[in-house]
Structures are given as C-alpha cells and as structure tokens.
C-alpha cells in the first residue's frame, strides 16, 4: 500500500512545476495550450511570465496543508480510535485520491488546474498516523520503533524510485502514471487491508476532537 502510493508521488514530481507553469503561461501567450510546453525550454518569456503566480499559488497550498494538518491530525486519529482503522483509511485513501484523478483529468482532458488545486486540499489529509496506528495493533511492543523506521524508509526509497523514473517519462506519462500507482494502491487496500482494533477496544465518540 505504502509503495504504491508513494511511487506514484514520486513519479509526478519531476514534472510537477511545469504543469504549473504551462497552465499560467497561457495567460501570456497566444498559443494554444498543447503547444506550450515550459519543460522544455523554459527561456520562452511566456515561461519565465508564469513563474510569479506558479510560486504564489505553490507557497498558498502549502500553507493550506499545514493548516489542514494541524486541523485534522487529531479528529482522524480519534476517528480511527472511535470507528476502527480499516474505516477511516479507506475513506482518506479515497478523499486523497481526488487530486491525482483530477490531475489527469487536466493533463489529459484539460480540465482548469484550480479545480486540482482545490482537489489538494484532500491530499493533505493526515491519515499517516492511521497507518503507525495499525502497525501498534499488530506489533509487539518491542519491535514497534523498528516497524515504524520499516515503514518510513519504505516510503522513502518507494517515493525516489518513482521520482527517478519520472525523468525519463513525458508529462502527460507521468501523470499516467501516477494516477495508475494511487489507484492500484486504494484498489489494494480495499482488498487486503484488514481491521485491526477490535470494537472491544475503541472509543466512544468522546475520543474524537472537535
């Protein structure tokens, strides 16, 4: 599940300031918008025009995800102790999913790109901790902090493998192929991840903030 959906991240960020940028620069040029391509020279004035808002846009939904985090991190995690894991992971694996749908439909369909920039409020979803916590129900308490690193490096070395092979894809194929790897990664959770805290053990609604 976790290499999945990290190797699809990763494929997408080779590219990702460019679709960004070949989005805005048609504000400052008429051609149309198959025929602006910023990765590939990004000398053209059009190009070096996008840049401003590229930036503020990026610098506006990173600040939305800290806000998000610091807003949701809390009613998840009592989500996930109230309702159990299973539920809550898959109801954020299909929130989370939105974006990298709406990400192809743009590439492929050109659909405008602040309908993926609102879409990315569902990716800063914090379901990670949801993750830890499945990994405290079924490990033993000796060996959690090693699964806990196993985990984490496995989404790392995952996320630069597909940041790797992104280089050597096409825009339009990365995000294909991104969109592919999320997918195929809530695909499998549906199938196999399974509920791992008994309803003997969850919390009553009091657990969840807000």
Not at 16 to 40: M, S, V
Not at 71 to 77: A, D, E, F, Q, S
Not at 159 to 169: N, R, V
Request: proline share 6%.
């Amino acid at each position: 599940l976790i290499v999945f959906g990290a190797f699809g991240g990763g494929l997408l960020l080779p590219n990702l300031t460019y679709i960004g940028l070949n989005f805005f620069a048609r504000k400052h040029t008429q051609l149309p918008p198959d025929q602006i391509h910023c990765e590939l020279d990004m000398k053209q004035a059009f190009c070096r025009e996008a840049v401003p808002e590229n930036t503020a846009w990026t610098t506006t939904l990173a600040g939305m995800a800290t806000v998000v985090h610091f807003i949701l991190g809390p009613t998840v995690g009592g989500l996930a102790d109230a309702l159990g894991r299973r539920r809550v992971l898959l109801f954020c694996s299909v929130l989370e999913i939105l974006p990298a749908w709406g990400m192809f439909l743009h590439a492929v369909m050109g659909m405008s790109l602040y309908v993926v920039f609102f879409l990315t409020i569902f990716a800063d979803i914090p379901s990670t901790a949801v993750f830890f916590s499945v990994c405290i129900d079924i490990v033993r308490p000796d060996e959690r902090a090693a699964a806990f690193g196993l985990v984490l490096a496995t989404a790392q070395l995952a996320g630069m493998a597909g940041f790797i092979a992104g280089f050597g894809l096409t825009m339009r194929g990365s995000v294909i192929g991104s969109t592919i790897f999320y997918t195929a990664s809530v695909c499998t959770m549906f199938c196999l991840l399974p509920e791992t805290l008994p309803i003997s053990k969850r919390r009553g609604p009091q657990s969840v903030p807000f």
